[in-house]
């Protein structure tokens, strides 16, 4: 008996760190955010507080090195509702690729190259006041059913591209659907202070939701203590069954500015948008305040004002505020600590 649990033990011993090294290039990771805000929907005369998930995320991640500079690379990411005990496995972005000195090509779920875009100069993202509640929509998504290519940076100047088979696509046995696929570019320049962005998207899937074309440029510039972001959208109507469709062409833009002091952070920022054919065109305005109280924690306070907007509509937030009117205002102060991990 003694014998065989001295086999065992050095078994036990032998096995465990191969065992470790075998998960060792795993990481987990995330991001928890959380809010508190009190808005004020001018259009019905409804008050309330609602404590909100912003985006929280819990991530695994790793890759494998195949040799010769080739790594073969995986991602799953999945959204947690802190508030309501609820989350979607996988449903953020995941996917399996492989990257080396070429760059990185991936096949799965993943952020458009559009949206990687607008992702860079937003002063409020995954809060209820992200600028895509305003300049969100069409190829700004998390697209399924993708096959993306993303270029090393040479000397700042990057790449990307995306195939989607399916835009519209559903989880189920049926294939992908023929002639709703999209096509996604961009081009980003990144040195020192200075970011540029372009991206484009269109498709027969753009085609089938009634859209065409989308263009998005976006920049931002850091200059002492202070942080200037701007962008603008175009999203052309395809609407053949109803020419000029319920809205028709669209235009928005947003300009922001920031400023550092110390753990502080102070910003502001305006969007607008303007559709041919109403005139309930959305817009909000935002200030805010963030204090970093370590490197991996920070807390935050807006406020929030916006006619023909829902607020907190443009993130995957638990909880959004719309007037319950057209053309009516609607304001919300919040409070939001973030932990990422």
Do not use: C
Request: no cysteine; hydrophobic share 40%; net charge negative.
């Amino acid at each position: 008996m003694k014998k065989n649990l001295i086999a065992l033990a050095v078994a036990s011993a032998v096995s465990a760190p191969a065992a470790f090294a075998a998960t060792a290039n795993v990481d987990v990771y995330g991001k928890l955010h959380v809010s508190v805000s009190s808005f004020n929907d001018q259009g019905t005369g409804i008050n309330d507080v609602q404590v909100s998930s912003n985006a929280s995320r819990l991530g695994f991640k790793g890759s494998e090195d195949l040799g010769g500079g080739l790594k073969a690379i995986w991602q799953i990411e999945s959204l947690v509702n802190l508030d309501e005990q609820s989350g979607n496995l996988g449903g953020r972005n995941s996917f399996l690729g492989l990257a080396g000195g070429f760059g990185t090509v991936l096949v799965g779920t993943h952020d458009t190259p559009l949206k990687l875009v607008g992702r860079k100069v937003d002063l409020f993202p995954d809060t209820i006041a992200d600028t895509r509640n305003v300049t969100g929509g069409a190829s700004d998504t998390r697209a399924k059913n993708v096959v993306a290519y993303i270029s090393p940076s040479f000397s700042g100047l990057g790449f990307a591209a995306a195939y989607v088979s399916d835009f519209n696509g559903t989880f189920g046995p049926a294939g992908d659907a023929s002639n709703q696929s999209v096509y996604n570019l961009n081009a980003t320049y990144a040195n020192g202070p200075l970011f540029l962005g372009l991206g484009y998207g269109d498709g027969d899937g753009h085609q089938v939701a009634g859209l065409g074309k989308q263009w998005r440029a976006a920049a931002g510039y850091t200059f002492g203590n202070f942080k200037v972001v701007g962008q603008y959208d175009s999203l052309d109507d395809d609407n053949t069954l109803n020419p000029g469709g319920i809205a028709g062409d669209r235009t928005d833009w947003m300009a922001g500015v920031a400023y550092t002091m110390g753990n502080i952070v102070l910003k502001a920022n305006y969007m607008d948008a303007d559709w041919d054919n109403t005139t309930a065109d959305p817009q909000q305005w935002t200030v805010g305040a963030d204090y970093k109280l370590s490197k991996r924690s920070s807390v935050y306070a807006l406020y929030a004002k916006g006619e023909n907007v829902t607020l907190g509509g443009g993130v995957a937030s638990t909880d959004r505020i719309s007037s319950g009117v057209a053309g009516g205002d609607i304001s919300a102060f919040s409070v939001g600590m973030i932990h990422s991990f």
